[in-house]
């Protein structure tokens, strides 16, 4: 439950400001500006539709001046920016210290940062709160992730409570924007964030009366971690950072750019704009739902479930461009958050199953390699995505996302074996199927101690 609510507010925070900060930045301009009048009325209308971070370019045309489209996508993309730079100091801290310590420390430097977002009455400390926010999610999210994988260290248990997780990441992201609309527009631009940060407190204060940190002396009687060095190089940890950090860039790409996209090629009003990414949620639920099942009945094809999602992503990006009204933009960007919830749930498990066998049964460092996956793709997304639509355009690229995500789902063979391996045996002896050989499983053994 505080590992749930935790990464709910984390991404309710990420999206509340999507009907919110048109009016910021119009404020700062002093209201003047092509963009001034106009979006207040755009970002309450869709803060009430539903959820889309793509709104956000869309509030301000090239006519209201380029510096302005740069500072917001640089300000989004500040969160995933220094998330992407903390989260190897995260994952060898959590390592260390345990997951709870951690965790309460995200939850504080998040609650800071809500806190910040409310009295917020400049560009600069905008973008402060943003980048405080990824600090926060460093320590929070890697270190919730790593205790739910912890704390349910069996299958099919650790892929539900995983599963739970990820649907409180997809509800968090589709509420936030219609909350944050309807309490701007009637209470004012401090009380969505001020809202979010009372519970932010009180999910701390459940996590201080659950795990005091007094009490987390057990601690030191637990193995040390793997470095995060060694696991990036490890080829099975490799081969999933890359499927999750692939499968996450047509969504990253997408949100910012669609809704120009929509309203320049089939005409898309206000209302269409924000309920664009509304439908979405209910498939990535049932993505979860599904593989979750699917996981334990048949748990050795977890790599299928990932490589089925990722050609599920690619043929999903490759139909947008060829949409020609609202009601058929949604199969695509529904096909897409499908298969996204695939990968993930079958993956994020995978992960932790790796480290049991190949390495020690401490998740710190490996999830955090997870959440740089996703940093690399929402930190490269608002900058990077509408420079592409600019000189390439809009079709290109999404077949180009749809056919890396194509040409990578084959590279997941490589774990097809994963399952089949133990952790009292060997890598080399499961993968080539010889005999227990007891020197080499001796020296692997003092390699780990050492």
């Known amino acids: 439950l505080v590992v749930c609510v935790a990464l709910l507010l984390d991404n309710m925070l990420y999206m509340v400001i999507v009907p919110i900060i048109p009016d910021y930045i119009a404020a700062m301009r002093g209201g003047g500006g092509t963009a001034g009048p106009s979006a207040p009325a755009g970002g309450n209308e869709s803060g009430g539709g539903g959820g889309n971070r793509s709104l956000l370019p869309a509030r301000y045309p090239p006519t209201a001046g380029g510096n302005e489209d740069v500072q917001i996508g640089v300000l989004f993309a500040s969160k995933a920016m220094l998330q992407l730079l903390v989260n190897p100091l995260s994952g060898t801290l959590i390592d260390r210290v345990g997951y709870e310590v951690p965790l309460l420390a995200g939850l504080a430097v998040m609650f800071l940062s809500t ?32 205790l739910i994988a912890d704390r349910y260290a069996e299958e099919p248990a650790r892929s539900r409570a995983l599963g739970t997780a990820l649907a409180c990441i997809s509800f968090g992201s589709l509420a936030a924007p219609p909350f944050g609309g309807v309490l701007y527009e009637f209470a004012g631009k401090r009380v969505p964030f001020l809202v979010l940060a009372c519970v932010c407190l009180l999910d701390g204060l459940l996590l201080l009366a659950l795990a005091p940190p007094c009490a987390t002396g057990a601690r ?89 999602g990722m050609a599920i992503i690619g043929a999903s990006s490759c139909l947008v461009p060829a949409c020609r009204n609202f009601g058929q933009v949604i199969i695509p960007l529904c096909g897409i958050c499908f298969g996204i919830a695939l990968v993930d749930t079958a993956l994020l498990p995978t992960l932790a199953f790796l480290v049991d066998v190949r390495h020690v049964s401490v998740y710190g460092s490996v999830y955090a390699i997870a959440d740089i996956s996703y940093s690399v793709a929402y930190a490269l997304g608002p900058i990077v995505a509408g420079q592409i639509v600019h000189t390439m355009g809009f079709a290109q690229l999404n077949l180009g996302m749809g056919l890396a995500n194509v040409l990578y789902a084959p590279v997941l063979l490589f774990l097809k074996n994963v399952c089949q391996m133990k952790p009292s045996h060997s890598e080399r002896n499961i993968l080539l199927e010889e005999g227990p050989k007891g020197l080499y499983d001796t020296i692997k053994m003092e390699e780990r101690k050492g």
Not at 300 to 305: A, E, G, K, S
């Open 220 to 308: 030191a009687n637990m193995p040390v971690g793997t470095p995060i060095h060694r696991l990036m190089v490890d080829p099975y940890i490799a081969v999933v950072a890359g499927a999750l950090a692939t499968c996450n860039i047509p969504l990253a790409f997408l949100e910012p750019t669609i809704a120009n996209w929509m309203k320049e090629s089939m005409g898309a009003s206000e209302w269409e704009v924000g309920l664009t990414w509304l439908p979405a949620f209910f498939p990535h639920v049932l993505g979860v739902y599904v593989t979750v099942r699917l996981a334990s009945a048949y748990p050795h094809l977890q790599w299928f479930y990932g490589a089925l």
């Open 115 to 146: 806190a910040t977002f409310a009295f917020a009455e400049n560009y600069a400390t905008l973008f402060a709160a943003r980048s405080l926010q990824g600090l926060g999610s460093a320590f929070a999210d890697t270190a919730g992730i790593a």
